[in-house]
């Protein structure tokens, strides 16, 4: 099973950059969509942004223009780059792994703190 390990979470003022990176282990990414989930506190966790085999993508309405997701199959890698951030995308962010039936593996999570 795959196993993934988020990193580059971090606090960032209203209108900043952040970069998150999900590195992958123990079977390659390059067969499998991935994607990137944030969940707020109270609230259910929702999809940010995927990224099939082929590159196609796909992502959140409250994001499209600000966030690209990423892929590099040689270094087993997903990223997250997040611009004009907003306090509503404070959330941690989990990096997920797909099955044919949808997610099946979830990093640990990394949290984002957007401050006004």
């Known amino acids: 099973q795959v196993q993934l390990v988020e990193s580059g979470g971090g606090l960032v003022q209203a209108g900043g950059s952040l970069r998150l990176s999900c590195a992958a282990s123990r079977s390659p990414i390059s067969i499998r969509t991935m994607g990137w989930y944030r969940q707020a506190p109270g609230k259910q966790r929702e999809l940010v942004a995927e990224v099939t085999t082929g590159g196609s993508t796909n992502y959140a309405d409250s994001v499209k223009g600000r966030f690209t997701i990423s892929r590099d199959n040689a270094k087993n890698t997903v990223y997250l780059s997040m611009d004009s951030l907003k306090p509503e995308d404070t959330a941690v962010y989990y990096c997920?792994?797909?099955?044919?039936?949808?997610?099946?593996?979830w990093g640990q999570g990394t949290q984002v703190t957007v401050s006004s």
């Open positions: 997920a792994a797909y099955s044919p039936l949808g997610p099946a593996s």
